[in-house]
Each structure stands twice: as C-alpha cells, then as structure tokens.
C-alpha cells in the first residue's frame, strides 16, 4: 500500500511543491507529458496516486477524460475541492485498482511510485487497467538534488525519509519485469530548469539524452502491447462425414408418419 499522506504530509508536500524546486518542475511536466504520451481529447486518462490533484487540472487542460485515485481519504478531499465534476475520483490503493480491465487509454504515476511498498504490483495493475500507454514521473536519485533530498531523508526529513527514489535504469527495470520487452521511451527535466524551466528532448537510450543521467527529473513513458502465441497443430483425426441433421430426420419421419 506504501505511504498514505494525512493533513500534515500534505502540508509538507505542498510546502515543497510551491518551492523553486518544485515550480521548476511543474512548469515543465506538462511539456514532458505531452511529448512522451501524445494524449488526444477526449481520452481516458488515470492518475494513479493523484494527491490533491495538481496533475489532474493539467489533464483536464488537455481535454482529457479525467479520473484519480489515491489512498489518502484526505487527499481525495482536496482533490475534490479543486476540481468538483471535472475529474472522477476514487479512494483506493495502486496494487489493487477498483477498475475494469482496459477501462483506460493512459495511466500515469507522477511522483507517487516513490511511495509505494510494492511498486512492480501497482505497474501491473496500471497495465491491466490502461489499452495505450503508462508514464511514470519521478526525481532521479542520480541528480544532485536527488542526492540532497536522500540526505535529507537519511536525516529524519519528515517527507523525504519515506521516499524510495529511482534512475532511469531502475524505473526501465520495473517495467520490463511489469510487461516485459516492450517499447520504452523517456525525456528528462534538466538540472539548469531548476532557473530556465528547459526540457531536454526525449530519447530512447543514455546516447540520445545529454543530460540524463544527472537530470533533476525523470519522465518514462511505456506502450502496452498485447501478445497472443497460438500451436497450430496438424490435425490427426480424419473428420467423417457428416450425417442428415437431426431436426431434418426428425421432420422427415415426421412426413412419412402424416402419410
């Protein structure tokens, strides 16, 4: 189930989200998400671990179809407050989601995988719920600010010493293991949008992204594909021939009984 935020984690998460840091990121998502999902209007989308919601008005912008989930009753609350019946929200944790399979286009995790026990479960139960494609978002334990906000949780941070944080080649990791050898794609918010809000172009391996490996911020993006693998057997029973229906016999013994 992972870490379910009451009204004083809340307080601490918004704290950071109203920080430098953290307009730096949430001006630049938006771009990330668009580039790597490519949603149409009118889509389904899912935000898994949605908080008060500050991504769910992000997809309500796109015109997306929006719904959310966390675990939080508290969180949900807020989200409710914001957004009202703009977005369908649902009370619920991530490794068992209360919904049909492919009842979505997309999902998204966007710094929520960092505070889940069972991580590789929750991707499952994305991919269940989602036809098209899953994002994950989250702060590179590689870059240095993820190196201060691990200290930090070393030190008895009150948000951070809960946080699991990922690089790109553990995220990669998690999905091959959730869906196996599917088409992985990935773009990163670079150290310097931390002052000039820049997003590096998205790329497909370590070559393509210059800075990738120390980027602030992660952004991964998975399209489910959907294999079947059928025996076609030879078939050793000669079929016999088949013989006059029997509703006809029964109309002809019928015919010759009227006669």
Known sequence: MGIIFDK?????????????????????????????????PGERVL???????????????????VSGIDAS??????????????????TGIAESLPFEDNEFDLAVFINSLEFMDN????????????????????????????????????LGDPLFSRVRFYNLWQVKSLLQMAYGPVSVSWGCINTSSLWGERVSSPGKGFRDGKYALFSFFLGISVTLEYRMKTDNLRQKIKLKKAGQPLMGAKTLENLKRDR
């Open 47 to 65: 935000d898994i671990g949605c908080g008060a919601g500050n991504h769910l008005i992000v997809f309500n912008r796109m015109g997306l179809d």
């Open 73 to 90: 009753p508290h969180m949900i609350h807020k989200a409710e407050e914001r957004l009202g019946y703009r977005c369908s929200l649902r």
């Open 119 to 154: 991580p590789l479960q929750a991707l499952r139960e994305a991919g269940r719920v989602t036809k098209k494609k899953v994002f994950i978002g989250v702060i590179n334990s590689f870059s240095w600010s993820g190196l201060l906000r691990r200290v930090q949780g070393y």
């Open 8 to 40: 004083k984690d809340e307080q601490l998460y918004r704290s950071w989200y109203r920080s430098s840091e953290g307009r730096a990121i949430e001006g630049s998502i938006e771009q990330l998400i668009r580039t790597l999902l490519r949603p149409r």
